[in-house]
Nanobody, 115 residues
Framework: QVQLVESGGGLVQAGGSLRLSCAAS????????MGWYRQAPGNQREVVAL???????NYADSVKGRFTISRDNAKATVYLQMNSLKPEDTAVYYC?????????WGQGTQVTVSS
C-alpha cells in the first residue's frame, strides 16, 4: 500500500507563490501518473496538473503558464510550483497517484489566496 503525504499549503496574497510537495511512502516504478487535483467548497474536484512516468504533462487551462508540476522519482515525490496565485485558486489541493490499477490520494492541503 502507498501513502501520500502532502505539505506546503497555506495562506498567501494574490500574486504570491506556493510550492506543494507530495511524497509517496514507497518506491514508485513502472507505468504511473502522479498529479494534483483541487476542490473548492461547493465545487467538483478538478484536475490541476498531471505528470506521467514517461514525463508527459497536462495542465488545466486555468493554471497554464502559472503552475508547474515536477517529479523527483528518486524521492518518489511530486511537486506543484504555483506562481501568480489568484483568489480563484483557493481550494483544498489533493495529490494523486494512479499505479498498478489503483488510485491513491493524499489527505489534502488547504491553499487560500487573499485578494
Amino acid at each position: 500500500q502507498v501513502q501520500l503525504v502532502e505539505s506546503g499549503g497555506g495562506l498567501v496574497q494574490a500574486g504570491g507563490s506556493l510550492r506543494l510537495s507530495c511524497a509517496a511512502s514507497g518506491s514508485i516504478f513502472g507505468l504511473n501518473v502522479m498529479g494534483w487535483y483541487r476542490q473548492a467548497p461547493g465545487n467538483q474536484r478538478e484536475v490541476v496538473a498531471l505528470m506521467a512516468s514517461g514525463g508527459s504533462t497536462n495542465y488545466a487551462d486555468s493554471v497554464k503558464g502559472r503552475f508547474t508540476i515536477s517529479r523527483d522519482n528518486a524521492k518518489a515525490t511530486v511537486y506543484l510550483q504555483m506562481n501568480s496565485l489568484k483568489p480563484e485558486d483557493t481550494a483544498v489541493y489533493y495529490c494523486s497517484l494512479v499505479w498498478g490499477g489503483r488510485d491513491y490520494w493524499g489527505q489534502g492541503t488547504q491553499v487560500t489566496v487573499s485578494s
